[in-house]
């Protein structure tokens, strides 16, 4: 099992450009998430889906947008990419149905906005 | 924001030696949860704490929980070098799926 894969793993942007982040899991589950890390501020939520069809924002939603384009897969797209988006950005994955439950995350993308 | 709070930011300790992280946060929980990340890598759960329970182990870590204090401490005995790392509290915000996380502790075990 591959768990969660998140494509690319690196890239740079220009400002104004855009882009969208990948993201799958192969473990059947209903929720999944985008979180991203600044240094000295831990993981911080963008988006999440708790179940497929559904999204809502997180703490940090202004500048992205998400699909969750099936049960598998839940991108994050960068419309007009900004400095402040430079970060290293996380997808995770978790069962659903319940929040006693742990979050499966992929090995991240850094992102580079110059 | 209901984001937990890791104490100390950073710990440097010998290898052998026990280390001990604390986790606050701000609201009513139905679980408390660990990571441990290391250096360009993504997150791996560790061990859940549900808001019922006082105390679990698991290999070398040990949490406790103290609902009345909104805190956590996650002890991981004997330290080894494998084990620096960077470790994170996250907390579900109540009735929804949102995972909260802390700022996290910087551990560094010198060998």
């Known amino acids: 099992n591959a768990g969660v894969t998140q494509t690319p793993k690196f890239q740079v942007l220009k400002t104004g450009q855009s882009m969208t982040l990948q993201c799958a899991q192969d473990?059947?589950?209903?929720?999944m998430y985008w979180y991203r890390q600044d240094p000295g501020m831990g993981l911080r939520l963008i988006y999440y889906s708790a179940s497929e069809g559904t999204t809502d924002k997180g703490e940090v939603p202004n500048g992205y947008n998400v699909s969750r384009l099936n049960k598998r897969e839940f991108s994050l797209r960068l419309e007009s990419a900004a400095p402040s988006q430079t970060s290293v950005y996380f997808c995770a994955s978790s069962e659903g149905g319940t929040t006693n439950e742990k979050l499966f995350f992929g090995s991240g993308t850094q992102l580079s906005v110059l | 924001s209901q984001q937990g709070e890791e104490d100390p930011q950073a710990l440097s300790i010998q290898e052998g030696e026990n280390a001990t992280m604390n986790c606050s946060y701000k609201t009513s929980i139905n679980n408390l949860q660990w990571y441990r990340q290391n250096s360009g890598r993504g997150l791996v759960h560790l061990i859940l704490?549900?808001?019922?329970?006082r105390e679990k182990h698991s290999g070398r870590l040990r949490v406790t929980l103290d609902t009345s204090k909104k805190s956590s401490s996650l002890l991981i005995t004997a330290s080894r070098a494998a084990d620096t790392a960077s470790y994170f509290c996250?907390?579900?915000?109540?009735?929804?799926?949102?995972?909260?996380f802390g700022t996290g502790t910087r551990l560094k075990v010198l060998a």
């Open positions: 473990m059947n589950h209903n929720s």
């Open positions: 996250a907390t579900p915000t109540s009735g929804t799926y949102k995972y909260i």
């Open positions: 704490i549900r808001s019922n329970e």
